[in-house]
């Protein structure tokens, strides 16, 4: 099967995991296994390409190229690079020195300058039987990047202190809605009128807990899938959050259609609002300790 590739941009040669760059099949993937142990995270990282590459194999035997995985956090401001010449590369990184999302790509690098480069497979509509001088540190593959949260570990965590990630908060500012006060955070604090605060809270339990779910958190939850499945720098900037993660993993996990609406998506993740039994949001609201 022709993989469709990782990425989709404009490079001078081809570069595998690039989508267009080669007629038969661009397989550059990245796979990762971690743990945690003595205040270190742990990771496995498999780079994976087609056994016809025997191309690359060469100029990896002849240290010409090496594997590479950029390892990047923005809350923490953490960006590493770790190298070898194996498609599995071993590495720890200090439990205190990332936090939140974090992105792993894999890249096949240059080492030294390659004289008549052409792989296998190039595109010949696009470059023909050209053949290409690389320079040293020239990207030669591009990895699919996968993101992974990490929460911090704190000591002597207890659950009393975890936090959903939607959260009702009376607005003195606020007279006749209620809306997220603040996107770019782990927890969505939403400001809501107080008269209509003091009504949230006679419906978030018993019998009337169901119309609570419907009338409050089903359009904020409606809104923030929306954002975590729009394709935009915007929203975009928001996925090293908790909320963000919980809801993008939720629906993965779910394998909901693509093609379903944002609001009949956040029915499903809350269980079906529509079914009078529902108690709690615990799967929903997943917690995390505030610390």
């Known amino acids: 099967m022709h993989n469709p590739g990782n990425i989709d941009k404009n490079y001078p040669y081809p570069v595998l995991g690039n989508i267009n760059d080669f007629e038969v099949s661009n397989l550059f993937e990245l796979s990762i296994r971690y743990g ?22 060469n100029l990896v035997n002849q240290k010409k190229i090496k594997y ?57 509509e696009f ?33 009393k202190n975890a936090q959903h990630i939607i959260q009702f908060v009376p607005d003195e500012n606020i007279k006749r809605i209620f809306q997220v006060k603040e996107w770019g955070m782990n927890q969505l604090n939403v400001g809501i009128p107080k008269k209509l605060y003091e009504q949230f809270h006679n419906l978030s339990s018993g019998e009337n807990q169901y119309f609570g779910h419907l009338s409050f958190y089903l359009p904020v939850l409606t809104e923030a899938i929306w954002r975590v499945e729009s394709d935009d720098d915007v929203n975009n900037q928001f996925s090293e959050y908790r909320w963000y993660h919980v809801i993008e993993q939720l629906i993965e996990e779910m394998d909901l259609n693509v093609n379903m609406d944002p609001h009949v998506k956040g029915q499903e993740l809350m269980k079906g609002p529509l079914k009078p039994y529902i108690r709690r949001l615990d799967t929903l609201m997943e917690a995390y300790i505030s610390g």
Do not use: H
């Open 36 to 57: 945690a142990r003595n205040n270190q995270y742990e990771f496995l990282c498999n780079l994976k390409f087609d056994s016809f590459r025997t191309d690359l194999e």
């Open 127 to 159: 470059y023909g039987k050209s053949v290409f001088d690389i320079s040293p540190g020239s990207q030669l593959g591009i990895s699919n990047t996968i993101k992974k949260f990490f929460d911090p570990n704190f000591s002597n965590q207890d659950l």
């Open 68 to 124: 590479m995985i950029q390892v990047f956090n923005a809350q923490t401001w953490y960006r590493q690079y770790f190298v070898g010449y194996e498609k599995e590369i071993r590495f720890n990184i200090p439990q205190n020195e990332i936090r939140g999302m974090c992105f792993f790509t894999g890249y096949i690098i240059s080492v030294e300058e390659i004289d008549g480069y052409s792989p296998i497979g190039q595109n010949t």
